[in-house]
């Protein structure tokens, strides 16, 4: 069992930036793929980015792109969304999750373990 806490939510003025955190319970962290997950009041849950077991390969929502950088630290059990030149669109409930096997997937269905979420609000 993986737990994940995610911190570093919060209120942000448009053009803004924010970091989320994602902490890992287990040492066994660095053999698991993560992601990053968003969901908006009224649409379905959707990948952010995502990132492989060492960091060697990672992925971005089309919306995203040039804009938030997933990155982690095994060292540390962590995962890291920077989230530069946000946007009122991207105000969502921001979830991690961790998916098995070490490569990351694009199915919200292929992750295992996920975090209680935390809050961005981007005011225009």
């Known amino acids: 069992q993986v737990q994940l806490v995610e911190s570093g939510g919060g209120l942000v003025q448009a053009g803004g930036s924010l970091r989320l955190s994602c902490a890992a319970s287990?040492?066994?962290?660095?053999?698991?793929?993560m992601g990053w997950f968003r969901q908006a009041p009224g649409k379905e849950r959707e990948l952010v980015a995502a990132i492989s077991w060492n960091g060697g390969s990672t992925d971005y929502a089309d919306s995203v792109k040039g804009r938030f950088t997933i990155s982690r630290d095994n060292a540390k059990n962590t995962v890291y969304l920077q989230m530069n030149s946000l946007k009122p669109e991207d105000t969502a409930v921001y979830y991690c999750?961790?998916?098995?096997?070490?490569?990351?997937?694009?199915?919200?269905?292929?992750?295992?373990?996920w975090g209680q979420g935390t809050q961005v609000t981007v005011s225009s």
């Open positions: 999750a961790a998916k098995g096997g070490g490569y990351y997937s694009k199915s919200s269905n292929d992750y295992y373990y």
């Open positions: 287990q040492r066994t962290f660095g053999l698991y793929a």
